[in-house]
């Protein structure tokens, strides 16, 4: 059992459209992170969220944690060709250290 | 500058073999990991050493050792490949032992192919 579920598993748009990804779990998370991996690359941290009902913004990407620690989202706006890579979704559970990662949405943004 | 090195970027064996990937971290960070990332891009941990020291093991096969000579190195040996380790295997490095909150810095993959 997948203990973080990320969907949409693949996301192929168009420049300019707004887009939204989704980290659920039936488990209560400390923290979660978004990391976004290109195409031969390690992954790189996006953000961190700690908060329940915490919402950040990175110009044109928007985080939320929900207000139970269960689940995240990511949004973007007006995505961008250069957006294009695999989104993970990492959380720590309460107690516990080491990083749990979803199976992340692969987004393709197309000029 | 790179931040975390992995070497090699590729390596292709033959089952049975025993091989090994390095890497390198100078960020001055005190925690190092490893990663295996399926061919589903499903990213799991394998390793966690902090100072050297080893912290996390997630059941992963005895064939698999890892070796810290210092914090700023954590290699990877594999004994006896087999198919199914076939992935891209990430090091990785944060300043603390904390997954909660702390940044981890992936290097940049190392791609084992097992034939």
């Known amino acids: 059992t997948q203990l973080l579920e990320q969907s949409p598993q693949f996301l192929s748009i168009q420049e300019g459209e707004n887009l939204t990804v989704y980290c659920n779990s039936s488990?209560?998370?400390?923290?979660l992170q978004w990391y976004r991996q290109e195409p031969g690359e390690g992954p790189v941290l996006l953000v961190t969220v700690v908060t329940g009902g915490e919402v950040k913004k990175l110009k044109r990407l928007t985080f939320q944690f929900g207000d139970a620690r269960k689940d995240s989202s990511l949004h973007i706006t007006a995505a961008q060709p250069g957006d294009t890579g695999l989104y993970l979704c990492?959380?720590?559970?309460?107690?516990?250290?080491?990083?749990?990662f979803g199976k992340g949405t692969m987004l393709l943004v197309s000029p | 500058d790179t931040a975390v090195s992995q070497t090699p970027k590729y390596l292709v064996t033959q089952m049975g073999n025993d091989k090994s990937i390095k890497c390198e971290q100078n960020l001055g960070h005190d925690t190092m990991y490893w990663y295996k990332q399926d061919s589903k891009k499903f990213l799991k941990i394998m390793f966690s050493y902090n100072n050297k020291e080893l912290i996390i093991n997630e059941t992963v096969p005895n064939r698999f050792s890892p070796k810290s000579p210092d914090k700023a190195h954590l290699n990877l040996h594999i004994n006896s490949l087999e198919l199914g380790d076939s992935a891209v295997y990430f090091c990785?490095?944060?300043?603390?032992?904390?997954?909660?909150?702390?940044?981890?810095?992936f290097g940049p993959g190392t791609r084992l192919t097992v034939l």
């Open positions: 488990s209560v998370f400390s923290s």
């Open positions: 990785a490095s944060s300043q603390e032992f904390s997954g909660s909150t702390d940044t981890q810095y």
């Open positions: 990492a959380g720590a559970l309460a107690g516990y250290s080491t990083l749990t």
